[in-house]
């Protein structure tokens, strides 16, 4: 397949993308820096959510005992551990500077694994984009989460594994599994893609993160103890009442809550429905893998699938929360480029930019807070089938490009 060229492209085009690269590091800067200048207490007081990550992996590696509401797995909080030998001041601006960097290469290997920058006008569109899904990206920049540096990990994994790397590729997959537990779905992708030196790659280091490395942090005596608390803590999450004073909180079953008030019939209907829906993301991803295998380095595939997983384990989720879902990102990207390929069939860009355009009008749909989550879950369901579908059915025409070029040469010879 030939690529349009970025550097043979008018001039008027260059200046839009150049001026479309700006404008997404404009924003990312902008989540990441201004608004925690502006915040009403002084910097670093401002990144509430390291804070938290601080204090409480200190206090769960000197005590062994989880704080209430603090969900995060042992390796999670050996990880983070690590990162609070200085002083706060020192530590959060470290912390900072990782979380840029993250966000930063997040979006530079989307653009460079589904060569949006060879397509004349896409990149201008990246702070459309965006918009699609700068709340998530919002709160966590603001707040310093790890959602974006869980992204981060996870996209450098994706990168080794397209090109063929699976030790390093599964160090860093193994790496996004310790710090969240988003990326629980791709493991098994990868066996399920037969990528079988990636899938053993990243059991190994699974197994250093999650049994080797704790006991190192924690002590050998006080492991057991610290798996057994957030294990308790975790079955603790999954049964949270829809009406708990938790101000962040917008899980599908609070909305469902919402909309069918003293009807629990009513409500497990909505859930299970929303449900269901995620089910069907996952067997539409097992149901194709054999059609899109034709071409193992097809990065949008890659990227459509695992942005798809991720999003299937936190949409769900019941402790689902406004910036989870950054990795939305990747499934819009894969859209935009799909729609701007000029190598695809006007249908199949029609398709992905119908999906793009549906997404980004519903990012700008305002909803009431408690239904917030299933609003989230739409988005999210819609951009997610329509990445696979579109990522579907560019392999398909991949697969009769090839067809047809290798008719020729099998009748000259």
């Known amino acids: ?79 983070m551990f690590c990162t609070t030998f200085f002083p706060f001041s020192v530590s959060a601006g470290l ?58 990990m996870l996209l450098v994994g994706v990168w080794f594994l397209d090109r063929d790397r699976p030790i390093a590729a599964g160090g860093f997959i193994a790496v996004s599994f310790a710090l969240k537990l988003f990326s629980v779905l791709v493991i098994p992708y990868l066996f399920w893609k ?63 809550a919402y909309l069918a008030p003293g009807q629990p019939v009513g409500s497990a209907i909505i859930v299970d429905a929303v449900r269901a829906a995620w089910l069907g993301v996952l067997i539409l991803i097992c149901g194709t893998w054999q059609k ?28 689902l929360e406004p910036y989870h879902p950054v990795a939305f990102a990747a499934c819009l990207t894969v859209l935009l480029a799909v729609a701007a390929d000029v190598n695809q069939t006007p249908r199949r860009r029609t398709m992905a930019g119908v999906f793009l355009v549906v997404v980004l009008i519903l990012a700008g749909v305002p909803s009431r807070w408690e239904l917030r989550g299933l609003a989230i879950n739409i988005r999210l369901l819609i951009g997610s089938v329509g990445a696979i579908l579109s990522t579907r059915a560019l392999a398909r025409q991949c697969e009769t490009t090839n067809v047809k070029t290798l008719t020729p040469s099998l009748s000259a010879s």
């Not at 993308?17 to 404008?23: K, R």
């Not at 975790?234 to 609070?254: C, E, G, K």
């Not at 699938?305 to 769900?316: M, R, S, W």
């Open 194 to 256: 037969r990528r079988y030196r990636a899938f053993a790659w990243t059991i190994v280091f699974c197994v250093v993160y999650w049994i080797l490395l704790p006991p190192i942090i924690f002590g050998p005596r006080a492991v057991v103890g610290v798996y057994r608390n957030w294990g308790g803590g975790v079955l603790d999450a999954t049964r949270i009442p829809t009406d708990f004073p938790h101000p962040l909180l917008i899980s599908i079953q609070r909305g469902a």
């Open 1 to 79: 397949m030939t690529d349009v060229s970025w550097t043979r492209s008018p001039r008027l085009w260059r200046i839009f993308d150049c001026a479309g690269a700006l404008g997404l590091l404009f924003w990312l800067m902008v989540q990441l820096v201004a608004k925690q200048l502006r915040a009403p207490c002084p910097w670093p007081r401002a990144i509430g959510d390291y804070r938290i990550f601080y204090d409480y992996s200190r206090q769960i590696v000197q005590t062994g005992i989880y704080p209430p509401l603090y969900y995060y797995a042992p390796p999670s909080v050996a990880l």
């Open 292 to 319: 899109r295998d034709s071409d193992v380095r097809e990065a949008r595939a890659l990227i459509a699938d695992i942005g798809a997983l991720v999003l299937a384990a936190i949409g769900p989720s019941p402790y």
């Open 95 to 152: 912390w900072v500077g990782l979380s840029g960097a993250a966000a930063i290469g997040s979006w530079l290997i989307l653009i460079v694994m589904l060569r949006i920058w060879r397509t004349p006008g896409a990149m201008a569109c990246l702070p459309l984009i965006f918009l699609g899904c700068s709340s998530f990206f919002s709160w966590d920049l603001t707040k310093q989460n790890m959602n974006v540096f869980f992204l981060g």
